[in-house]
C-alpha cells in the first residue's frame, strides 16, 4: 500500500528551461544546445557541483576546460543564472495540496547543488512538502540503489510503502529496484489522473 509519495524536482516541480535561458547570452539556440550538452555530459563537472563536491567557482574553470574558448563569456554567464532556467511546474502544488488533505506526506530526493537553497522562494510547492533529501548534501545521486534507500532511511519511510515520481527513466528504475513504486512523470495532468486511477487521489 503507498503511504507517501517522493518527489524528483528538475522536470516535476519545475520544467527545464536551461537551453532558453543560455540562448539570453548566446543569441543561438543551436550554441545554447550544443553547450547544454556539453555541460551534462557524462564528463562534466556537474556531477560533482550536485554532490556538493565543488562550488560554483570551481564549477567555472572545469567547464571552461571542456568548452571551447569562444563559449567562455556565455558558461560564465550561464553558472551566475542557471537556476533561472527552472521556473515553476504549473499545477503541481495543487497535486501536493490534494495529496496532504488525502493524508499522504510528500517529500522529494532530488539531484541538485547548494543552490538549492534559493528554490523554495523561486517554488512554492517545495515549501509544502514534509521533508527533502538533496544530493549536495548527501554526496549521492540518482540513479544509484543507495541513494533511494539512504532517502528512506533519513526520511523514516518504507521504499515498499512509496511512490516515485520522476521524469526520467533510469531514476524511476533505480527506485524500483529497492521496492519502491515509479512512476514516470510527462505532466501534471497526467500525474494527477494517474493518482486518481490508483485511488490515491
Not at 501536493?96 to 537553497?117: M, T
Not at 549536495?136 to 523514516?156: M, S, V
Amino acid at each position: 500500500m503507498i503511504r507517501q509519495i517522493l518527489f524528483d524536482c528538475g522536470g516535476v516541480f519545475t520544467e527545464t528551461k536551461h537551453v532558453e535561458n543560455l540562448q539570453r547570452f548566446t543569441g543561438d539556440a543551436s550554441i545554447a544546445a550544443e553547450m547544454i550538452r556539453t555541460i551534462w555530459s557524462p564528463a562534466s563537472p556537474w556531477h560533482d557541483y550536485d554532490r556538493g563536491m565543488v562550488d560554483d567557482r570551481e564549477l567555472l574553470v572545469r567547464l571552461k576546460q571542456l568548452l571551447p574558448e569562444r563559449f567562455h563569456g556565455y558558461v560564465e554567464s550561464f553558472v551566475e543564472t542557471w537556476h533561472e532556467g527552472l521556473p515553476p511546474m504549473a499545477g503541481m502544488e495543487e497535486i501536493v495540496d490534494a495529496l496532504h488533505e488525502k493524508g499522504y506526506p510528500c517529500y522529494l530526493l532530488s539531484d541538485f547543488p547548494k543552490r538549492f537553497e534559493v528554490m523554495p522562494d523561486r517554488v512554492p510547492a517545495l515549501k509544502k512538502l514534509d521533508g527533502l533529501v538533496i544530493s549536495y548534501q548527501t554526496q549521492r545521486k540518482k540513479p544509484h540503489p543507495d541513494t533511494f534507500r539512504h532517502a528512506a532511511e533519513i526520511l523514516g519511510i518504507k521504499p515498499e510503502e512509496t511512490l516515485f515520481v520522476d521524469d526520467l527513466a533510469c531514476n524511476v528504475a533505480g527506485a524500483e529496484s529497492i521496492g519502491m513504486e515509479g512512476y514516470i512523470f510527462p505532466s501534471p495532468a497526467d500525474l494527477r489522473a494517474y493518482l486518481q486511477e490508483r485511488g490515491i487521489l
